[in-house]
């Protein structure tokens, strides 16, 4: 039974929901307010969290940011009234896999937690590439026996590339493997592989290189 944390400050939003997913199979929490959910994420395991923007002591675009940056890599389905450009892609850049618009329909809710927890589900087996390592499910990434410390989306964009090292990943490809609605989050690749990029040059400098193949996607490539 899939357990979620709804973060909401509409108590008859927070009830309805809670109740539909219960009915629906789901085990729920609720929390008010960024301290409320704050404390409840430290001491309790959930598969994903719904996660309003304005909430009455932040935004919780910030909580988002704040459990991102402590290394926990709960799940985020933003449920927010805003629905200019600029909000929904600081959202998914601050670690959020969807963002929902409100009004919205209870079926079309399950639909998009349902593929965001099917996504979540990461492989289990070692994957190595030259001196490089990955341990889906521990999530430790090592080059030359040194740990690179990546976020839940690095990581993902990782695995892809490694698993199809020496052949091209297109941008398609990434924003299907990283979010259900991927025209939505096209700008977010380029974040997200900046971000990897970075990470993984202050490890291996120029021997692991991340090649953009222009008009179609990149490459993963180890320089001897």
Known sequence: MPKILIVEDDPQIAKSLAMNLKFSGYETSSATTINDAWEILRKEHFDLMCLDIGLPDGSGLDLCQKIRDEGNDIPVLFLSARTDEATVVKGINCGADDYLRKPFGIEELKVRMNKILKKFIIPTSIITFGNLTIDPAKRIVTIMDKIVTLGRKELEILILLTKRAGDIVTRENILTAL??????????????????????????????????????GYRLEWKN
């Open 179 to 216: 979010y259900e609605n991927a025209d939505m989050y096209d700008r977010t690749v380029d974040s997200h592989m900046s971000h990897l990029r970075r990470k993984l040059r202050e490890v291996a400098g120029p021997a692991l290189q991340i090649n953009s193949v222009y008009g179609l």
